[in-house]
């Protein structure tokens, strides 16, 4: 006779209704990224700078802030489609260091002037997008979960 040999009926560990919730906040990232990267690409071709930005320094936090968002809302897309690995954050850190640069060198044609320090300022903050969320997505991988009974 031949064993008898039990199946695995182990439920998977992300159950169907927390896949539609990622893929909801992967769209939710997604269409947050798009508006914020047409609004960046808006606010930083205006041929007025608004008074807030005219204080020494100020307009490099300002770069440095927006480009984090803005990464920050892609790692987003990344983490909850499950596509946070380095591979595509490298590919994620090549594109949005050259849409700052290439955002930087089209301000001309607005009367705007493109400054190096600018677009420093938005590759420090990609940066820090990404070390942010790699950090916290570390953290919750590393969390130990709780088992419901």
């Given at each position: ?104 060198l089209t301000q001309p044609m607005f009367h705007r002037q493109a ?35």
């Amino acid at each position: 006779m031949t064993p008898h040999i039990k199946q695995d009926t182990r439920q998977p560990t992300v159950d169907a209704s927390n896949q539609r919730i990622q893929r909801v906040l992967g769209f939710v990232f997604l269409v947050g990224f798009v508006l914020f990267s047409m609004f960046l690409v808006t606010a930083t071709h205006l041929p007025r700078i608004p008074p807030i930005a005219r204080g020494p320094g100020i307009d490099k936090w300002l770069h440095f802030s927006a480009y984090g968002c803005q990464t920050v809302l892609a790692m987003g897309v990344l983490y909850f489609t499950d596509r946070l690995v380095l591979k595509h954050v490298v590919f994620l850190i090549v594109v949005l260091t050259t849409f700052g640069a290439v955002d930087e060198l089209t301000q001309p044609m607005f009367h705007r002037q493109a400054e190096l320090f600018d677009w420093l300022a938005d590759c420090a903050g990609v940066l820090f997008g990404v070390c942010s969320v790699w950090l916290l997505a570390s953290i919750r991988k590393n969390k130990p979960r709780e088992r419901s009974a």
